[in-house]
C-alpha cells in the first residue's frame, strides 16, 4: 500500500503564499506523475497542475504564472507554490500520485486525505 501525507494549507490573505507539500510512502518502485486537484464546495474536482517523473510540467489556466510544481524524486515528495493568491482559489488541495509498485510495471492512482486552503481577507 501507499500513502500520501499532505501538509501545508491553512488561512492565507489575498495576494498571499502558501506552499503545499505531499510526501509519498509504502510499496513504491517508482513514481510516474504527480499532481495537485482542488475541489470547491459545490464544484467538481479539478486539475491544478501535474509534473511527469521527467520533470514536465502543465497548469491549469486560473493558476499559470502564479503557481508553481515542483518535486523531489529522491524523497518521493511534490510541492505546490502557490503566489498571488485569490478567494477563487479557496479550496481543499488534493496530492495524487500515478505509483508503480515493486512488482510489475503498471502504474495506480493514489490520492491524499486533502488540505484546505482558504483564502480570505
Known amino acids: 500500500q501507499v500513502q500520501l501525507v499532505e501538509s501545508g494549507g491553512g488561512l492565507v490573505q489575498p495576494g498571499g503564499s502558501l506552499r503545499l507539500s505531499c510526501a509519498a510512502s509504502?510499496?513504491?518502485?517508482?513514481?510516474?506523475?504527480m499532481g495537485w486537484y482542488r475541489q470547491a464546495p459545490g464544484k467538481q474536482r479539478e486539475l491544478v497542475a501535474g509534473?511527469?517523473?521527467?520533470?514536465?510540467?502543465n497548469y491549469a489556466d486560473s493558476v499559470k504564472g502564479r503557481f508553481t510544481i515542483s518535486r523531489d524524486n529522491a524523497e518521493n515528495t511534490v510541492y505546490l507554490q502557490m503566489n498571488s493568491l485569490k478567494p477563487e482559489d479557496t479550496a481543499v488541495y488534493y496530492c495524487?500520485?500515478?505509483?508503480?509498485?515493486?512488482?510489475?510495471?503498471?502504474?495506480?492512482?493514489?490520492w491524499g486525505q486533502g488540505t484546505q486552503v482558504t483564502v480570505s481577507s
Open positions: 509504502g510499496s513504491i518502485f517508482t513514481i510516474y506523475a
Open positions: 509534473i511527469a517523473d521527467g520533470g514536465r510540467t
Open positions: 495524487n500520485a500515478q505509483v508503480r509498485p515493486p512488482i510489475g510495471s503498471l502504474g495506480y492512482d493514489y
